[in-house]
C-alpha cells in the first residue's frame, strides 16, 4: 500500500467516525428533549422529525441505514477480498462467508431483526426479551465464526475479532444492562430517562466503533492501485503467487 493510498484511508476512516460520533450525539440529545419537553413548545415538531430521522434506537432512520451501511462495506469488502484470494492461488471461501455474515448483519442492524426474537419470548421481564434467544445464537455463531476465520490470513484474523469483541460488548453486554434499567419495556416512556439515554450512547458507540475497527482491517487487507493497464486489485497476504504477478484487473 503506498504512503498516498494509506493516508487516504486514515482520512476516510476519521471522517467516517466523527460523523458517526456527531449524528449518535446529536440523536441521542434530541430524542431526550422529545421525550422530556411538553409538545407545545415552540420548535418541538422540528425537534421531534431531527430526533426520529437520527435516534440510535429507532427504526428505519438515517442511524440505522448508516450504521446498516458500514456492517455490508465490511461484507462485500470480504468478498473482494475472498476473490482476490482465489485468483492470487490462496483459499477464498473463508473470506466470502464471513462477507455474507457482515451482509446479514447490516440486514439485522436496518430491519432491527434481533428485535423480532421478543415473540418467542413474550414472558421475559428481566431485560430485553430477545436477548433470550439472542445470546445463546450470538454464542454459538461466534464459534461458528471463528471455526470459519481460523483459515484466514492471521493479522486480519486478530483485528476482526477485536473489532467483534468490541461490537458484541455494545450489541450484547451493554444492551442487556440497559434493559435492566427499564425492566424489559419496549415503550418511549420508559426509555425517555436520561440512564438510558446515557447506556443508549454507550451501547451504540461500542457497536459503531466495532463496525469502523472491522471496516478498517478489511479495507487494510486490499490493496487498490491505478496503473496504465486499469485498476488492480490484490490482497496484503497473498504469498508467492501474489509476487508472481497475479492481480485482479478491473479495466
Not at 493510498?5 to 476516510?12: D, V
Request: hydrophobic share 55%.
Amino acid at each position: 500500500m503506498s504512503r498516498d493510498e494509506g493516508a487516504g484511508r486514515r482520512r476516510f476512516l476519521w471522517i467516517t467516525a466523527v460523523v458517526l460520533a456527531a449524528m449518535l450525539l446529536i440523536g441521542l440529545i434530541f430524542h431526550y428533549l422529545r421525550e422530556n419537553i411538553d409538545s407545545s413548545v415552540p420548535g418541538w415538531g422540528v425537534l421531534s422529525g431531527a430526533a426520529s430521522m437520527l435516534y440510535a434506537d429507532g427504526e428505519a432512520n438515517l442511524w440505522a441505514w448508516i450504521s446498516g451501511l458500514l456492517l455490508a462495506g465490511v461484507g462485500v469488502v470480504l468478498c473482494v477480498i475472498g476473490l482476490n484470494a482465489r485468483n492470487e492461488g490462496e483459499t477464498g471461501l473463508s473470506y466470502v462467508v464471513l462477507g455474507a455474515v457482515g451482509l446479514e448483519m447490516s440486514a439485522d442492524e436496518i430491519a432491527q431483526l434481533h428485535e423480532k426474537f421478543a415473540r418467542f419470548t413474550p414472558g421475559a421481564t428481566f431485560t430485553f426479551a430477545w436477548l433470550t434467544i439472542g445470546v445463546p445464537l450470538a454464542i454459538v455463531a461466534g464459534i461458528v465464526v471463528l471455526w470459519i476465520a481460523r483459515s484466514i490470513d492471521r493479522r486480519l484474523r486478530r483485528r476482526l475479532i477485536v473489532a467483534g469483541i468490541v461490537y458484541l460488548l455494545g450489541a450484547v453486554g451493554v444492551e442487556a444492562i440497559s434493559g435492566i434499567v427499564v425492566g424489559g419495556q419496549q415503550d418511549d416512556l420508559a426509555r425517555a430517562s436520561l440512564e438510558y439515554h446515557v447506556l443508549l450512547g454507550i451501547e451504540e458507540g461500542f457497536e459503531a466503533t466495532g463496525a469502523l475497527l472491522a471496516f478498517a482491517a478489511v479495507l487494510y487487507a486490499l490493496s487498490i492501485e491505478r496503473t496504465a493497464a486499469g485498476i488492480v486489485m490484490r490482497t496484503g497476504f497473498g504469498g508467492a503467487s501474489a509476487a508472481r504477478g497475479h492481480p485482479r484487473h478491473i479495466d
